[in-house]
């Protein structure tokens, strides 16, 4: 199928963006790489009649350290941030490098992702156990808003219509910390069926200081696993307390479908305990 009719504008900067947006405050629609937004707009289930281009925002674009934190544009495609991170976040190189084909990740953006929230993609998981911070700018000023308030249904978010997504904060992880992402794909897409992202920073005795886990793909949008979390903290990463502790993967999770729960409830545990227990390992060797 085609979209709908639309007229096509190329935003210069940021404040030549948030002009746009507040011009036709009802139907446009930012995009940058096009991945998330073109299928749906082939699809119908988006008709926004004006599209702002802003890839060519060159202050929404690259990656940089400041205050113990990685910065990444909004604009940095999946295949820079793999590249980039490989050594200083190396969870968060590891899923980009995943995502879709060669083509989607040279095209596909973090923030065009993160801001489309799709229920099924792999980085809202991976910001959520990362502990990031996203910036939102609008026409009343800057905003920062946790990982943790960011996702808040299916395909929906924080963002405020006239907002647009600038940067995505990620703090340095500490010593004795890992962090992995496992997850079973379609076949067909490359979405995630589940996808787990699980961070661990271990004490000096090896138990566990603090562990966030993030889910995809099951629920409504991307989740923490607090049950997980809870289950794990201050005790000893043995394989048994991890096995435990995965298993609790499904509780309070809202299925976005019910059919086949029992076995999506495994899915969850299953992939829980291998980003648990690959995290553990790079938390012992880093």
């Known amino acids: 199928m085609y979209p709908s009719p639309f007229e096509y504008h190329r935003a210069s900067s940021v404040d030549d963006a948030l002009a746009l947006l507040a011009k036709y405050p009802d139907d446009s629609k930012l995009i940058a790489g096009g991945h998330s937004l073109l299928p749906v707009m082939k699809l119908r289930f988006a008709q926004p009649a004006h599209l702002i281009d802003i890839r060519r925002v060159q202050e929404l674009a690259g990656v940089r350290e400041a205050d113990g934190a990685v910065i990444i544009g909004a604009a940095t495609t ?167 502790a995965a298993a609790r993967a499904a509780d309070e999770l809202e299925l976005r479908e019910v059919s086949d729960a029992a076995y999506k409830a495994n899915l969850a545990a299953v992939y829980t305990r291998r980003a648990l227990s690959r995290a553990v390992e790079r938390a012992r060797s880093g």
Do not use: C, W
């Not at 960011?150 to 500490?174: H, K, N, Q, Y």
């Not at 992402?181 to 000096?204: H, N």
């Open 78 to 244: 999946h295949a820079a941030v793999a590249s980039a991170l490989g050594t200083r976040v190396p969870m968060l190189a590891e899923a980009a490098g995943r995502i879709g084909d060669a083509q989607v990740r040279n095209m596909g953006t973090i923030g065009g992702s993160l801001a489309h929230a799709d229920p099924a993609a792999d980085l809202p998981a991976v910001v959520l156990a990362l502990g990031a911070t996203l910036r939102a700018v609008g026409r009343r000023g800057a905003r920062t808003i946790p990982a943790d308030q960011f996702f808040t249904g299916m395909f929906t978010s924080a963002l405020a219509p006239d907002e647009l997504l600038v940067e995505v904060r990620v703090p340095l992880p500490p010593a004795r910390t890992g962090g992995a992402y496992e997850k079973y794909a379609d076949p067909a897409s490359g979405y995630a069926v589940v996808g787990v992202a699980a961070v661990v920073t271990l004490g000096d005795d090896g138990s566990v200081r603090q562990t966030r886990v993030g889910l995809t793909g099951l629920a409504t949008h991307a989740t923490r696993l607090a049950a997980v979390e809870q289950a794990l903290t201050g005790k000893a990463a043995t394989p048994e307390l991890i096995e435990a």
